[in-house]
């Protein structure tokens, strides 16, 4: 696509409930991050992917969230049992490869109640 | 862990005046990134530089790696620049695909 595209844009969720969040990144790049960004506060690394391994998941803030690619085009970033706390506008990016120029999307909006 | 320190919070210029923001790092580094975040919430990439100067349009980005600092240069400024200015650069030890992003700048542009 001419972009990167992400999906849903916006998502009210109970407290407790999985959520799924969907990135399809630009066509031909190799590299797709996942951010986020809770009202009011700076961007945080999630994780990025080369390829559909994930070399680095260090920001990943506990083993309720969860990420996956594959066939090297859609990310799926998976929040089990939501807190309100995770409320945030998540964002993905892709790039041609790690260390090029980065593309984001418009982002998610999650809001949890 | 590398620090990143943005200077400053929140400026406001005329139409017209010549903006600088400023960057420091606490540590080497491979690339730095400058972005663009818009009041609406969208994030485009201004740069990406290891060493010198880059220019596009009337914004120019430096940095100084002996001095861990970079800049971001904003000639002319309109009031369309009114977004919040990010510098970002890999944690120390890090991979290449991981950043830690600064507080950003706040810039607004009056007419």
């Known amino acids: 696509g001419a972009g990167v595209s992400q999906s849903p844009s916006n998502k009210v969720t109970e407290k407790g409930k999985d959520v799924e969040l969907r990135c399809d990144p630009i066509s031909g790049h190799t590299a797709l991050y996942w951010y986020r960004q809770r009202l009011g506060q700076g961007l945080e690394f999630l994780i990025y992917f080369q390829g559909n391994s994930a070399p680095d998941k260090s920001g990943l803030p506990s083993d309720r969230f969860s990420a996956e690619r594959t066939g090297e085009s859609v990310s799926t970033l998976t929040i089990q049992r939501t807190q309100q706390e995770d409320s945030a506008v998540y964002l993905c990016?892709?790039?041609?490869?790690?260390?090029?120029?980065?593309?984001f999307g418009e982002g998610s909006w999650l809001t949890v109640v | 862990k590398n620090e990143v320190e943005q200077s400053p919070q929140n400026l406001t210029a005329q139409e017209g005046e010549f903006i600088t923001i400023n960057c420091s790092y606490s540590v080497g580094i491979s690339a730095l990134h400058w972005l663009q975040q818009h009041p609406g919430g969208g994030i485009v990439s201004l740069f990406m530089l290891s060493s010198g100067k880059k220019k596009h349009g009337r914004l120019i980005a430096t940095i100084n790696i002996q001095e861990k600092h970079s800049s971001l240069h904003i000639t002319a400024s309109h009031p369309r620049d009114s977004a919040v200015y990010i510098c970002?650069?890999?944690?120390?030890?890090?991979?290449?695909?991981?950043?830690?992003f600064g507080k950003g700048t706040k810039l607004s542009v009056k007419p």
């Open positions: 990016a892709s790039s041609l490869g790690v260390g090029n120029t980065i593309y």
């Open positions: 970002a650069v890999p944690p120390y030890g890090g991979s290449q695909g991981n950043l830690i």
